[in-house]
């Protein structure tokens, strides 16, 4: 099965942070940035998995440009060591924020900081990793956060984020997913306002934000129809053919990667968008439309104040390293 099934744009030249890279569509977007060109950041909390990663992508492409660097996004001390490593190397051009539990567990559980572990891990970490490097992004580079069809399926209580009244595994993840999506469009307006601000300040009639955030989302994407990547992807023969009987309504996550390649690479994409597959659960990128939860404003700004509280870090997107 082809790793690559669409082009993408040469990315030679272009350095990208990869969150949660050692698998599934972490690591597929991994190869087919690596694949492009592009200087590849793979992260995970395993150097064992993600070495295993490294392995299968130098195995296609021996020249393949791409390194590693550890990050546990359920710790903010791990965090705030990946962000510090972060600052002393050149300024990436695109981070995309994919790492997070997606089987989650059975009752509530806490980060080793004291937070609900799916949101610490799907939202917090990540929260906290741009506060410290976006100041350090490249002019032009691009935030794309990973949505998920889940932020259709769930109501959302932002007075309940760390779910201490009510808490479901499927509730954790999928809350988890919408205030991902909610940051990230926030985090969009605030880019924007900053650099109407500097504009502003210069008399100068606009200007075009610094950094872009956009929101990826790869539709229904399933280990048993993804290829089989030694210490990457292994599922067993009766999870491949099970999945196989939803091909119909599902895609393997080496096509699920598309939707957000695209968001890194393509000409099209501006910040405040949404994209992914074609018939929603499948198919080739496009614009779509998020849920009126994910993108309203009031509910943005609840859920950045909500993260800066848990996190104890302002988050300045104005300021610059």
Known sequence: MNWYPTRVPPQVGRQVLVTGANAGLGFFTSARLARAGAHVILSGRSPERLDAAVAAIRGRMPRASVDTLVIDTSSLDSVATAA????DRAPLDAVVLNAGMVHTP???????????????TNVLGHFALLAGVVPHLARGARVVTVGSLATRLSTFRVDDLQLTRSYSAWRAYAQSKIAAASLAFELDRRLRRAATDAAEAVGAASVTPRVHSVVAHPGYSISGRTPRVPGVNQPPTADRFADALQ?????????GAEAIVHAVTADDVEGGQFWGPQWMVKGAPRLAAPTRSSRDARTGALVWAVAEGAVGQTFDVGARA
Do not use: I, N, Y
């Not at 510090?84 to 600052?87: A, E, N, P, T, V």
């Not at 091909?247 to 096509?255: E, T, V």
């Open 84 to 87: 510090d490593h972060l600052l």
């Open 247 to 255: 091909a119909a309504w599902s895609q393997g996550k080496h096509r």
């Open 106 to 120: 059975s009752d509530r559980r806490e980060s080793v900081d004291g937070h609900e572990l799916v949101l610490a």
